[in-house]
């Protein structure tokens, strides 16, 4: 997956953010739906470190059945 990086200038520096590519983003309209990241990062290197691990699948849930109990 192609990710695009943005950087926005805000009260308290400039901010990177992560967004999915598309073709919103490829005419240059960055939509908060397609946002990878919440939070923005300080650094290119950290944003990118970020969207790679929200990117990663979450492990799929333990369903053993452990013990049934009557009381």
Same mark, same amino acid.
């Given at each position: 997956?192609?990710? %695009? *990086?943005?950087?926005?200038?805000?009260?308290? $520096?400039?901010?990177?953010?992560?967004y999915?590519s $598309?073709? @919103?983003?490829? %005419?240059?309209? +960055?939509? +908060?739906?397609?946002? %990878?990241?919440?939070? $923005?990062?300080?650094?290119?290197?950290?944003? *990118?470190?970020?969207?790679k691990?929200? @990117?990663? !699948?979450? !492990?799929? !849930?333990?369903?053993?059945?452990?013990?049934?109990?009557? %009381?």
């Open positions: 997956m192609k990710i %695009i *990086i943005i950087k926005k200038d805000t009260k308290h $520096g400039e901010r990177f953010f992560a999915r $598309g073709i @919103l983003s490829r %005419i240059g309209i +960055y939509c +908060y739906l397609n946002r %990878i990241t919440w939070v $923005g990062v300080r650094t290119e290197e950290e944003c *990118i470190d970020d969207a691990d929200a @990117l990663q !699948p979450e !492990p799929n !849930p333990n369903k053993r059945f452990v013990s049934e109990i009557e %009381i």
